[in-house]
């Protein structure tokens, strides 16, 4: 089958996704397209594709902006399959709500739901998170998209239920979608951190960043997708409220090398996880059963033949 894969990324973990993915679907023996989402992509044509797969990172319990405004743009033939691999850094009940808007678009044009599935990825925002946590994500991560990738090729529909008061709720909070063009007024760069790299200049996917008589500058048409303070090598940006409230998080958790170095030495999420960490424990034991459900002992038997 061909598949096209169209996502928004802020800081590479939805682009990292999607790699992933894309060479899971390529071993199956399916062809695969993506197109990265920025203020420069060109719309492209969904012709001839058998599925779309449309995935962002949850921004507020919503879609960003600047997805909905490509996403809007492109045009379908009536019955083509889409399904949605979204992901959070947390697997809070209102992140259910977070695709009603596209669901809604996609009915109007006539297209066919496939599937939806709520990846977990780590926090680019409020604090960073611990490697071993990443390393369990990760591997949950992996079996989901391979349960996805087979209900696919199965024509096995699986749906995210949302409530009323979920989507009532995301609604109103989705005024964060114009949060980054008021937040974008109070950006400011340390002149004495800042080594002028022009990394955030670069990458920013809006190109909301632009040099003016050598300082660092910005429009104000920021999507906060924290691509910028993130990666910034000196920890040079700060972004406004986020910096007041102490939401900031700086530095790149090389999820390729964490996935390369196998699974924690125990388990970071438990039944005895509590707080934050509790909603993890369910979406993981629910994964890890469906993944035993389709394909039994094939991770037990791998792990052996590795040991071997």
């Known amino acids: 089958m061909k598949f096209l894969l169209v996502y928004y990324t802020g800081t590479y973990n939805t682009r990292y996704l999607s790699n992933q993915i894309s060479e899971k679907l390529a071993l199956r023996g399916h062809a695969v397209d993506k197109v990265e989402i920025n203020r420069e992509t060109p719309i492209v044509s969904t012709e001839g594709y058998d599925y779309v797969g449309f995935s962002y990172p949850i921004y507020g319990f919503n879609t960003p902006l600047a997805f909905d405004k490509y996403v809007k743009k492109l045009k379908f033939t009536k019955g ?69 990738i087979y209900n696919l090729e199965n024509q096995k529909i699986e749906r995210i239920k949302s409530k009323f008061i979920y989507n009532f709720s995301a609604f109103f909070v989705g005024i964060v979608k114009i949060a980054g063009n008021v937040n974008s007024f109070l950006y400011k760069v340390d002149k004495d951190k800042c080594v002028n790299c022009m990394k955030c200049v670069k990458d920013c996917p809006e190109k909301n960043i632009y040099v003016k008589k050598g300082k ?30 102490h939401w900031k998080v700086n530095g790149d958790y090389k999820l390729a090398k964490l996935a390369s170095e196998g699974a924690p030495e125990k388990p970071y999420i438990t039944k005895d996880s509590k707080g934050f960490y509790k909603c993890f424990h369910k979406t993981f034991t629910n994964i890890d059963e469906e993944y035993q459900r389709l394909f039994g002992d094939v991770e037990t038997e791998n792990n052996e033949k590795q040991a071997i």
């Open 80 to 148: 083509q399959k889409y399904f949605i691999y979204k992901n959070s850094g947390e697997t809070l009940g209102m992140n259910n709500a977070s695709s009603r808007g596209i669901l809604r678009l996609m009915k109007r044009r006539k297209a066919v739901f496939a599937g939806e599935y709520h990846f977990v990825m780590p926090y680019n925002i409020h604090f960073k998170y611990d490697e071993d946590f990443v390393k369990e994500i990760l591997i949950k991560d992996d079996k989901l998209a391979q349960i996805m």
């Open 216 to 245: 660092i500058k910005f429009h104000h048409h920021c999507d906060m997708c924290m691509r910028c303070s993130f990666f910034c090598p000196t920890n040079a940006i700060k972004i406004g409220f986020l910096d007041w409230w």
